[in-house]
């Protein structure tokens, strides 16, 4: 059986814009107290940052795009097609995700 790698990552805050930021890290670090279900809408909605897939089974989200939404979250609009994108990758995926 091979052991599950553990991944080391670095506190939110000392993050550059550039970084990419997975979903579980952001929710331990206390970035959205929301149930998995609500991110997604969230993100379909265009109310959160569309993620990246980074590979098949990874996907993350922009650090500096997460701060922007951090600053507002009532007032953040995405970009529409971005969220279409996300919509039609999520759909190919049978609605999972990372």
């Known amino acids: 059986m091979k052991k599950k790698e553990e991944i080391t990552t ?8 550039s970084a990419l930021a997975r979903k579980r890290a ?4 206390g970035i959205f ?3 998995d279900s609500t991110l997604w ?10 993620p990246i897939k980074v590979s098949a ?10 701060r922007d939404w951090l600053e507002d979250p009532a007032n953040y609009h995405t970009d529409d097609n971005a969220a ?7 759909e190919k995926q049978g609605g999972k995700d990372d």
């Open 10 to 17: 670095l506190p939110f805050d000392s993050m550059p814009d």
């Open 26 to 29: 952001l929710k331990e670090s």
């Open 33 to 35: 107290p929301f149930s």
């Open 41 to 50: 809408r969230m993100c379909e909605a265009n109310q959160f940052p569309t």
């Open 57 to 66: 089974s990874i996907t993350a989200w922009r650090v500096g795009e997460i």
């Open 84 to 90: 279409r994108l996300l919509s039609d990758e999520k």
